[in-house]
């Protein structure tokens, strides 16, 4: 395996060390509390199921579907991008249904990458925005997580000396694993930038609709002449709780989108037509199903925040997505996240994602995903409490006993 020139550009996964201990603490008997991946465990509306199993009892549905979406589904597509963002996206040049966002970032990726190009990718990030442009050939340079003064400093830098220029800039916000937001202004510097020097920006709005304050996180399209240079992905999967479709879309400038639907002109014949017509009928039905998504992230949030904190973990409140990104605690930092969120396991019957997984500069930090419901929650808390108790009076042993 390890002589394949792409395997050998995807190193083993770090949760996997993490998944393998949790199946094993599960398979002993361990009720794990799974706050691990960032796999939504909320049902899917009935009115999109619904719409699924009406539409799969037509058998004109069953054969070859459109790759890059069916006309309805890139027409609700624009509909949502000009309701929520104000911004008028033509649904025939500037939107691409996707097997899932990842998906098509990924095949975006293989689209315009040269063997050698530089993209500007933040650390920490999800995996595929590195990995991604790894497959396809490219170099990464990395660029901060948060969208302060840092990350334009290190733009500046990398301008000046990467060689060949970026070809790319990667941006995620509300940011996984961080949580961090960004604002309209900080896009409107963006676009600027990569318009001055010529570089594409690729936008991912995965937690668009998941944000807890009163300011709904905006879209880089909103800036203008930002599709000149940008697209979006945005997805159906956490909006709607629907994981499991793989429904998402990239949208914007259209020589980007057109790169994207040529490569998946040759790959796939798009997602099974009712899956398709269900996303239709989601963006286009009513937002109050994504409300009550929104508010019971927003609940197991305080619940996170409060529980853990007085369990003795104190952790920054995320104003959106559906990850805390928790500073280890001082007690445990020199275990480093991998080892700390095996601990977690094995002593408090909880699962979270090592920060060290999303790249160097999430050491320190361990990403807790609001995946199980409020009473789950609290269970998690009081299994943390024991195990800090715990360990706090067995390193009090430990020092009295001269260790
Ligand atoms: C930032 C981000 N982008 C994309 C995805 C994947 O979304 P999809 O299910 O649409 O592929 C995730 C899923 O966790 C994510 O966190």
Redesign the pocket.
């Known amino acids: 395996m390890d002589d394949f020139h792409k395997t050998r550009r995807l190193p083993p996964y770090v949760f996997e060390q993490v998944n393998r201990l949790k199946a094993k603490a599960r398979a002993a008997g361990a009720d794990i509390i799974d706050m691990g991946m960032?796999n939504p465990d909320l049902p899917t509306p009935k009115h999109i199921v619904d719409k699924l199993v009406e539409t799969v009892q037509n058998p004109r549905t069953h054969r070859y579907s459109a790759s890059k979406g069916i006309p309805g589904l890139r027409k609700a597509q624009a509909g949502y991008y000009e309701r929520r963002f104000g911004v008028k996206l033509n649904p025939d040049t500037q939107v691409v249904a996707t097997l899932?966002?990842?998906?098509g970032f990924a095949n975006m990726a293989q689209a315009i990458t040269a063997p050698g190009d530089v993209v500007l990718v933040p650390n920490p990030s999800?995996p595929i925005h590195a990995f991604g442009f790894l497959m396809a050939g490219g170099s990464l340079r990395s660029i901060p997580a948060t969208p302060g003064p840092e990350l334009f400093e290190a733009l500046e830098r990398a301008v000046v000396h990467s060689i060949p220029k970026p070809i790319a800039i990667i941006l995620?916000f509300p940011a996984?694993p961080t949580a961090s937001v960004a604002d309209l202004d900080f896009y409107r510097d963006v676009v600027a930038f990569a318009r001055k020097h010529e570089i594409y920006v690729l936008s991912?709005l995965?937690y668009s609709e998941i944000y807890f304050g009163d300011v709904p996180p905006p879209s880089i399209l909103q800036v203008e002449g930002a599709e000149d240079i940008a697209v979006e992905f945005t997805?159906l999967?956490k909006t709607f709780s629907m994981?499991g479709w793989?429904m998402?879309f990239a949208v914007g400038n259209e020589r980007l989108i057109a790169a994207l639907a040529r490569v998946k002109s040759y790959l796939d014949y798009g997602a099974f037509t009712p899956i398709q017509v269900a996303a239709a009928t989601a963006l286009n039905g009513s937002d109050d199903c994504i409300r009550e998504t929104r508010e019971i992230y927003k609940k197991r949030r305080d619940v996170l925040i409060d529980s853990f904190g007085r369990a003795g973990w104190d952790i920054p409140a995320p104003e959106a997505s559906m990850f805390a990104w928790a500073p280890i605690p001082d007690q445990f930092k020199h275990l480093g996240s991998l080892e700390f969120s095996k601990l977690l396991i094995e002593k408090a019957d909880v699962a979270v994602a090592p920060g060290i997984g999303f790249g160097e500069h999430g050491e320190g930090f361990v990403r807790i995903g609001l995946v199980e419901n409020e009473q789950r929650i609290r269970q998690a808390a009081r299994g943390i409490r024991k195990f800090f108790e715990d360990a706090g009076s067995n390193s009090k042993e430990l020092s009295k006993s001269g260790a």
């Open positions: 960032g899932g966002s990842k998906e999800y995620c996984n991912d995965a997805s999967s994981p793989r998402g």
